[in-house]
């Protein structure tokens, strides 16, 4: 069974980091195509970053660019984003997708098949 699991959400500063991990289960990463998205209350979801399943291709939202960085372990099968300088704005709960698509990436939540349970970054002093 495909299962995905993120974690690493939680409270920090404005200016602080975070690194959210999402493990896969019942498939590996070399075959599909990884998106992170967010939905903060009362917005829609948005696309924030997403890779390639070769991992040669990245792209990220504008509104995270520079601040935010996608990357996967295939030895361990998990998927990382990395943010950093988090913003008030930044604040949402995160999650991961996957979808079986070679040479492919997308910010486009519909064309993902798979999603994780999400984890929750708040972004306050």
């Known amino acids: 069974q495909l299962q995905l699991v993120e974690s690493g959400g939680g409270l920090v500063q404005p200016g602080g980091s975070l690194r959210l991990s999402c493990a896969a289960s019942?498939?590996?990463?070399?075959?599909?195509?990884i998106g992170w998205f967010r939905q903060a209350p009362g917005k829609e979801r948005e696309g924030v970053s997403c890779?390639?399943?070769?991992?040669?291709?990245?792209h990220y939202a504008d509104s995270v660019k520079d601040r935010f960085t996608i990357s996967s372990d295939n030895t361990k099968n998990t998927v990382y984003l990395q943010m950093n300088s988090l913003k008030p704005e930044d604040t949402a709960v995160y999650y991961c997708?996957?979808?079986?698509?070679?040479?492919?990436?997308?910010?486009?939540?519909?064309?993902?098949?798979?999603w994780g349970q999400g984890t929750q970054v708040v972004v306050s002093s």
């Open positions: 997708a996957a979808t079986f698509r070679s040479n492919w990436w997308s910010l486009r939540d519909y064309e993902y098949s798979y």
């Open positions: 019942g498939f590996t990463w070399n075959y599909y195509a």
């Open positions: 890779m390639s399943s070769s991992g040669g291709n990245t």
